[in-house]
């Protein structure tokens, strides 16, 4: 019994590494014609045109490199390239309690939360292959 499993080792060693070299690269870094940005370098772009090529998050706000791109919600998991005037939006919990709320002390309007979040302004996209 040893024997066998001795002999169908390799075989399945081979099999698993062949199979995970094959497998088809799905990771959202950019293409050398689009630039991936790392959120450091973002703070520095804030207000220029940028350039992004990624695949849409399949997520409740669409994004590519962290970037929000509204208007591609039905483009989710999908390569794209998009550019745009890069602008930068931080909510505070200030900003969070200043809208209206009910009187049961919810807010009435929808909100993702504290944090920095990027979009593009005057965005352009193609749909890539």
Not at 2 to 31: D, E, H, N, Y
Not at 35 to 57: D, F, K, N, T
Not at 69 to 88: F, H, N
Request: hydrophobic share 40%; net charge positive; proline share 5%.
């Amino acid at each position: 019994m040893s024997t066998i499993r001795m002999k169908a080792f390799p075989t399945l060693l081979m099999s698993v590494v062949m199979f995970l070299g094959c497998q088809q690269r799905t990771s959202p870094l950019a293409a050398s014609t689009a630039e991936a940005l790392a959120l450091p370098s973002m703070e520095r772009r804030v207000g220029q045109r940028v350039e992004l090529e990624g695949i849409v998050s399949n997520s409740k706000y669409p994004q590519i490199q962290g970037v929000d791109v509204w208007d591609l919600d039905a483009y989710r998991g999908k390569r794209v390239r998009v550019s745009g005037v890069l602008r930068k939006t931080v909510v505070t919990q200030v900003d969070i309690d200043a809208l209206p709320h009910t009187s049961k002390g919810f807010p009435m309007v929808a909100h993702r939360g504290t944090g920095t979040f990027y979009s593009l302004d005057d965005m352009k996209y193609e749909l890539l292959k």
